[in-house]
């Protein structure tokens, strides 16, 4: 595959088929700078008006080797919720078929990613609430318990108690 630069990010794409090959850290790049992805949309091909769906492809799943490792990638919905479906290899970077980088720019533009951001601490903070609502109905475990009132606990108590009776009537 050969390099292609989107303003100063070098990316690799694909003669047959243009997709794109990101590294991880330019496309961290991309994310964040308003700059990278204003390059992005300029160089993208103009939005077709309907995904061409090759014959048999419905519904079948296509796991795509790491271009630097050779493992098969993940493929994730980026940022849980774009409806772009990636292909990433955690250690190494992003394959993005044609015009997919384009549609997660838009989708960051439009405010997308601080959207699932917020939507996450959301949720983070939701699932504590209900841990600390599920520990103050719990109370101490049964175990705890058990060891704190047990009947050694109790004559041990009740010997300390004598003895300092003992000590106070004398």
């Known amino acids: 595959m050969p390099p292609v630069m989107i303003d100063t990010t070098a990316t690799r794409e694909c003669g047959k088929c243009g997709g794109l090959w990101i590294e991880v850290a330019a496309f961290e790049k991309i994310c964040a700078d308003r700059e990278q992805q204003s390059a992005v949309l300029g160089a993208a ?7 061409p769906v090759a014959s048999g492809a419905l519904g079948k799943i296509n796991y795509a080797p790491c271009p630097q490792c050779g493992q098969f990638m993940n493929r994730i919905n980026f940022a849980h919720c774009s409806g772009v479906i990636v292909d990433v290899c955690r250690g190494h970077g992003t394959w993005f078929d044609r015009d997919e980088l384009r549609e997660i720019v838009e989708f960051i533009r439009q405010g997308g990613l601080e959207s699932s951001r917020q939507k996450e601490k959301h949720e983070i903070e939701y699932q504590r609430e209900q841990l600390r609502t599920q520990q103050l109905l719990s109370g101490p475990s049964s175990e ?3 060891r704190l009132h047990s009947d050694e606990d109790r004559i041990s108590g009740l010997s300390a108690a004598r003895g300092l009776l003992k000590f106070l009537i004398e």
């Open 45 to 51: 091909s103009p939005v077709p008006v309907s995904k």
């Open 144 to 146: 705890m318990f058990g």
